[in-house]
């Protein structure tokens, strides 16, 4: 399956916690961006990323979110001491140019906080 | 104003009729458009993609795309029950999503 992988497919923490999602790209993929979903809510941009470079994160909280795209492994999506509010689908999608290419999405990690 | 707008539906269409889907956005320099079909509880799925003015059609879908009025159409010819689903507008930079619309086909 060359498609985008995310893990893990769910995740619960509990309130202060850190919550750790990853994303493979497509093969031959090298642009990751992540979006958070609320329920009845549309996609929101959170950041894109290159490899080894963070491109845009203007939709990225400033505080307690971080992401990164190593040289070598998945993305990671990084959010620190977790509240009830960052309870969201968190998808990731990847394309083989600048943003305004076709973006392919990943399967989603749905996070729950407890 | 918002950057992408959709109208959330729902919308209701009889089997077999065509399902007319619309969204506008504010920034005039936007060069890609896309359409992306969520299901309930999954990820977007990109059904069609257009950059220049005109229709551009893929089987049963056709975008349409008028840069002067600033909108992006999506045309469902043939409606299945399968194609109910939400169906999001985006627009390029940071790939802008509108909220959705909701299409529900009648059997």
């Known amino acids: 399956n060359a498609g985008v992988m995310q893990n893990p497919r769910h995740l619960v923490r509990r309130r202060g916690q850190e919550a750790r999602l990853r994303c493979s790209p497509m093969?031959?993929?090298?642009?990751v961006y992540w979006y958070r979903q609320l329920p009845e809510e549309g996609l929101k941009f959170m950041v894109y990323?290159?490899?080894?470079?963070?491109?845009?994160e203007s939709g990225m909280p400033k505080e307690r979110f971080s992401a990164e795209f190593p040289k070598e492994g998945p993305s990671i999506l990084r959010i620190q001491q977790v509240v009830r509010g960052d309870s969201a689908a968190y998808f990731c999608?990847?394309?083989?140019?600048?943003?305004?290419?076709?973006?392919?999405f990943g399967p989603g990690t749905r996070l729950t906080v407890t | 104003q918002k950057e992408v707008e959709q109208n959330s539906g729902p919308l209701s269409v009889p089997e077999g009729a065509i399902a007319s889907l619309n969204c506008t956005y504010s920034?005039?320099?936007?060069?890609?458009f896309f359409w992306y079909r969520q299901y309930s509880g999954k990820s977007p799925e990109l059904i069609m993609s257009?950059?220049?003015?005109g229709d551009k059609e893929d089987g049963r879908f056709t975008a349409q795309l008028n840069k002067a009025s600033q909108y992006v159409s999506l045309l469902i010819r043939d409606s299945q029950p399968s194609d109910s689903a939400t169906y999001l507008c985006?627009?390029?930079?940071?790939?802008?999503f509108g909220k959705g619309t909701r299409l529900h086909i009648l059997p």
């Open positions: 999608a990847s394309s083989d140019g600048a943003s305004a290419y076709e973006q392919y």
């Open positions: 093969k031959g993929h090298s642009h």
């Open positions: 990323l290159q490899k080894e470079n963070i491109i845009d």
């Open positions: 920034d005039r320099g936007s060069q890609s």
């Open positions: 257009i950059y220049s003015n």
């Open positions: 985006a627009v390029n930079g940071k790939i802008i």
